[in-house]
């Protein structure tokens, strides 16, 4: 199957920068869309931005102009660097990636990893 690893999270003072990373492994056939999400106490995940495999990005409109999603197909990798950051963007981030596994050819699910913790204080 397919895992995702995120890392990069921390707590970093408002203003401050970020990069989070992700990294698809296992059994893979092909990467599509790969993404990240985050999510807030009792509330559901919301899309952050969005990667195709061909690096067309969309962003969430809170975090247009501060944020940069990139990916580097070769490793299967995604990265967030994230600018500007405000109180608000405290949460858990999630990465997600539309696969292929080599088991399942011709079925493309989605796959998350574990969260990693954005604290920004203020």
């Known amino acids: 199957q397919v895992q995702l690893v995120e890392s990069g999270g921390g707590l970093v003072q408002a203003g401050g920068s970020l990069i989070l990373s992700c990294a698809a492994s296992?059994?893979?056939?092909?990467?599509?869309?790969m993404a990240w999400y985050r999510q807030y106490p009792g509330k559901q995940r919301e899309l952050v931005a969005l990667?195709?495999?061909?690096?067309?990005?969309n962003y969430g409109d809170q975090v247009k102009g501060r944020f940069t999603i990139s990916r580097d197909n070769g490793k299967n990798t995604i990265s967030l660097r994230m600018d500007d950051l405000k109180s608000e963007d405290t949460a858990v981030y999630y990465c997600m990636a539309g696969a292929t596994p080599m088991e399942s050819l011709g079925i493309i699910s989605n796959y998350w990893g574990q969260g990693t913790q954005v604290t920004v204080s203020s």
């Open positions: 296992g059994s893979i056939y092909r990467v599509y869309d």
């Open positions: 990667i195709s495999h061909g690096g067309n990005a």
